[in-house]
């Protein structure tokens, strides 16, 4: 019934978007993307990593300005362009990062406050706590959730916290109830990709009673099988371009990640080595921490072992458990043979393992410090006459590194700053590889990085393991493992699931272990 | 100037900003390089940022030595301002050391008051010269400590953490001196800076060895190194290897050392000491590092440009002084210079990267 209210109201799209590109310094982002979103709904919005998916809630959100000639409509009423936060949300539409976007230090009440109001007689007006918190509760309620309004978020676990702000992104300032259910439109960006399995049903129930209340949802996930649990219809963008809306009862998983994933016969196929059988340099055993649950791992030397996963599987967090830089709760590590358990990167890399994060402008680089100073940083022993700092040698050994990983400009004195994403990250490289040590971890070493340099990185990568380095890749970009992992494990919600290697390892086929894994479980 | 009001923000911000001068001007100088001969000397603005400070000092030397020909371009006045700022130098240096480092230590006033108050009353109650200072090394020492496990260990955050001890050295000068004057008994204690060599105090000497042994440490040593980059990018350097812990709490506690020191220098050229000594000294030694963050190497705290700013907060309100100014117009000259020099190198930084992008 309150379908058919709104129906007469606005007509039966919540939102409808025509036209829209946006471009990057002559890099097309989006390309002339057209698509509606069905009121009391919820649209599924896939794609893969660089798809242009971020970017088309940017633009929603007002956070980017559109290339001229969009058209956007919500509820009816056509939106001046470029959106402002401001007009985003009187328009109805809110938004749920994947970091909820909570305040941690505050009550459940003053966060929801301030992204509407407090309840107070104009800006200076006194706030009062009951109206506020009997408004919050009553919000809370109609979300079961049974938290006190009072409460500090940073309480919560990750799995309330994502409902309070789901909740909070459903409130309605003075219009209540089902009204504003049916007025909002809220955009879920991975709202499950750092919850456990067993929390994401509590999620997903909630967001079908949503619905059933008249809620308009767009939902942005990488896990196919929450998308066809909950999802009505299906938009997909890859490379900027729309490749399909359509409703997605008659799709399988299978239709669903080839959709996403697409053809890509045109790209070329890097050769694959033969996998080669090394000595074990790395091995890991039930290495348990925030999010890992008992990983086991073997890496042999020569080989180059991915470590595939979503957005919150744990990667990032096994990579530093390894590189010395946070601590497992539980769990055994062997470094050819001997013990290993660093405390801190520096032991770590004593002991012959280097890392290259994830964060490449703030873990990867030092930006204010000169490419010399980046490449020799942690490693200025080699570098000393009697204590001191023996320029000259530092120098060269710079601009050695420099040509062997083919960083450009081949100016050591630059800063590291001024480079592309690119040569930041060879830098970073040539830092980690460049001085020796046994194995050698990379985080997403691709994220942000143009296509060429990918290849050069690559091939760098390829290299260093067929002199016998011992690489650990992760990455939530499938692309990276084709044709340079010997081997790939499938990471998902903190253990290891499957494992592919050979004619195995491709795009698709990625995609669809991680798929299954959500459907497994 | 009033720093600790502002929030523990203010020297990331700066700092950031400095750099980014640094950033441009680099960009500018390797761009004419390969690609645009046209554009080959470097514009008022680069010049302005790196040397803007000196030129002031420069200017103000013969502004002064103009107005004031009897009295300021003396011997005895130069000899007087150096000799006055030997001190005061040591102590700005201690400050770039947690600066560099990328927190603020805001008790080195404090140590540096602590120290003069112990060298006197250990001085005065019979205690050999050596044993005076070696306490008063002591005590700089376990205060830079106490900062460091605070800071580091504990994650208590800087500003705070150092202002606390700030203020428990305050009361424990009230209890030490009585809340009266102290006034130092001994001679030879005085002759540890009062001594003349080539008819300056060797107080001077002091300092410029210490500024030697900074810059040595700071510019040429891997410690200097990775103190730096613990200060601009602290996960990378951990992450690369280096053991920012270490550099950190060593930069708290060689700032303490070099503090103390300055207050026991402080104690023996003076020979008093007053129950509230020390907290004056802070702000001009930030002062003085910010000021020197802005030439010579911009955007790095740097020793030579410390010295510089010591020098220029120091030219300028003798001058003023020998001029006839009061007291508080010094202090409007010392609070401008800092928010001129530190503006001009901010806005410069923001209008040259707005060019270059």
């Known amino acids: 019934m309150i379908t058919s209210d709104t129906d007469v109201r606005t007509g039966s799209d919540a939102l409808r978007i025509e036209n829209l590109s946006k471009t990057f310094s002559g890099q097309r982002a989006l390309n002339e993307v057209s698509f509606a979103v069905p009121r009391g709904k919820i649209t599924a919005l896939l794609g893969m990593n660089g798809s242009g998916k971020s970017t088309l809630i940017k633009v929603l959100a007002g956070v980017y300005q559109p290339d001229p000639g969009a058209a956007l409509t919500i509820g009816g009423t056509a939106m001046p362009l470029p959106m402002t936060p401001r007009t985003a949300h009187e328009a109805g539409l809110r938004f749920l990062h994947q970091d909820v976007g909570l305040v941690d230090s505050l009550t459940i009440a003053d966060n929801f406050a301030f992204v509407d109001r407090f309840r107070a007689p104009g800006t200076f007006g006194p706030i009062s706590k009951r109206r506020q918190h009997e408004h919050v509760a009553a919000t809370l309620e109609k979300f079961a959730i049974s938290v006190h309004p009072g409460a500090l978020v940073g309480s919560l676990n990750p799995t309330l916290r994502t409902m309070v702000g789901l909740a909070r992104a459903f409130q309605d300032e003075e219009e209540s109830g089902v009204q504003a259910f049916a007025k909002n439109i809220v955009v879920l960006d991975e709202p499950t990709a750092s919850l456990p399995v067993e929390e994401v049903d509590t999620i997903l129930t909630s967001l079908e009673e949503l619905k059933a209340n008249g809620g308009t949802v767009i939902y942005v996930s990488h896990r196919t099988e929450e998308v066809k649990r909950i999802a009505d219809q299906l938009v997909i963008l890859r490379d900027g371009k729309l490749v399909a809306d359509e409703p997605i009862a008659e799709l399988g998983v299978d239709d669903i990640v080839s959709r996403v994933v697409g053809k890509r016969l045109e790209k070329t196929r890097i050769p694959r080595r033969g996998l080669r059988e090394g000595d074990v340099v790395l091995a890991a055993q039930g290495i348990t921490g925030r999010r890992l649950r008992g990983v086991d791992l073997k890496v042999r030397s020569g080989e180059i072992l991915g470590v595939a996963g979503l957005v919150g599987c744990g990667r990032s967090e096994l990579i530093r458990i390894l590189a010395g830089a946070q601590s497992p709760s539980s769990g055994h590590m062997e470094l050819a043979g001997k013990s290993y358990a660093p405390d801190s990167p520096a032991t770590a890399i004593a002991a012959g393992v280097s890392c290259v994060p994830q964060e490449r402008r703030r873990e990867g680089a030092v930006l204010p410090m000169s490419v010399r100073e980046n490449i020799t940083l942690g490693r200025l022993k080699t570098f000393t006459r009697n204590g001191a700092l023996d320029g000259r040698k530092e120098r060269n050994g710079a601009l050695r590194l420099i040509e062997q990983f083919s960083v450009k400009p081949a100016d050591p004195s630059r800063l590291i700053g001024l480079l592309s994403g690119g040569n930041q990250q060879k830098v970073v490289v040539a830092r980690a590889a460049g001085f020796g040590g046994t194995a050698l971890l990379l985080d997403e070493p691709t994220q942000g990085v143009d296509a060429l340099a990918k290849q050069e990185i690559a091939n760098i990568v390829r290299g260093l393991a067929a002199d016998g380095l011992a690489v650990i890749l992760a990455s939530t970009d499938f692309e990276e493992f084709v044709g340079l992992c010997d081997r790939v494990l499938i990471l998902d919600r903190g253990r290891l699931v499957a494992e592919a290697t050979g004619e195995d390892i491709n795009e698709e086929h990625l995609a669809l272990l991680c798929a299954q894994q959500g459907a497994a479980a | ?357």
């Open chain 2, 1 to 357: 100037m009033n720093p600790p009001t502002a929030p523990t923000k203010t020297p990331e911000i700066f700092q950031k900003e400095a750099m980014s001068t640094t950033a441009s001007s680099t960009q500018e100088r390797t761009s004419t390089k390969t690609t645009k001969p046209a554009r080959k000397r470097p514009d008022v603005g680069t010049i302005a940022t790196s040397y803007g400070v000196i030129i002031f000092l420069v200017l103000m030397i013969i502004v002064f030595s103009v107005l004031l020909p009897d009295t300021f371009p003396t011997s005895d006045n130069v000899k007087a301002i150096l000799s006055d700022q030997s001190i005061p130098v040591i102590l700005a240096l201690a400050a770039i050391l947690p600066l560099a480092a990328g927190e603020f230590d805001l008790s080195l006033g404090a140590i540096l008051g602590f120290s003069a108050i112990t060298a006197i009353a250990l001085s005065n109650a019979g205690a050999p010269l050596p044993v005076v200072i070696l306490a008063c090394l002591a005590v700089g020492a376990i205060v830079g400590t106490v900062n460091a496990i605070l800071v580091v260990k504990v994650g208590v955050n800087a500003f705070i953490a150092t202002l606390a001890s700030a203020t428990i050295l305050s009361g424990l000068n009230l209890l030490v001196t009585g809340s009266s004057l102290l006034v130092l008994g001994s001679d030879a204690f005085g002759a540890l800076t009062t001594t003349r060599v080539f008819d300056l105090q060797v107080v001077l000497a002091y300092a410029i060895v210490l500024s030697l042994l900074l810059f040595y440490v700071i510019e040429k040593t891997p410690f200097g190194r990775y103190l730096r980059a613990t200060g601009m990018g602290r996960d990378a350097a951990r992450l690369s290897g280096v053991r920012v812990d270490r550099y950190l709490a060593s930069s708290f506690i060689v700032a303490g050392i070099l503090a103390a020191l300055a207050g026991a220098l402080l104690a023996s050229r003076g020979g008093t000491a007053a129950p509230t000594l020390g907290p004056e000294f802070l702000l001009p030694a930030y002062a003085a590092a910010f000021l020197g963050a802005t030439t010579i190497k911009p955007g790095y705290f740097n020793v030579w440009g410390t010295v510089i700013g010591v020098v220029l907060l120091a030219v300028g309100s003798n001058g003023l002084t020998l001029l006839g100014a009061q007291t508080w117009v010094t202090n409007i000259f010392n609070g401008a210079a800092l928010m001129i020099a530190v503006s001009a190198s901010v806005l410069v930084g923001k209008r040259r990267r707005k060019a270059s992008s």
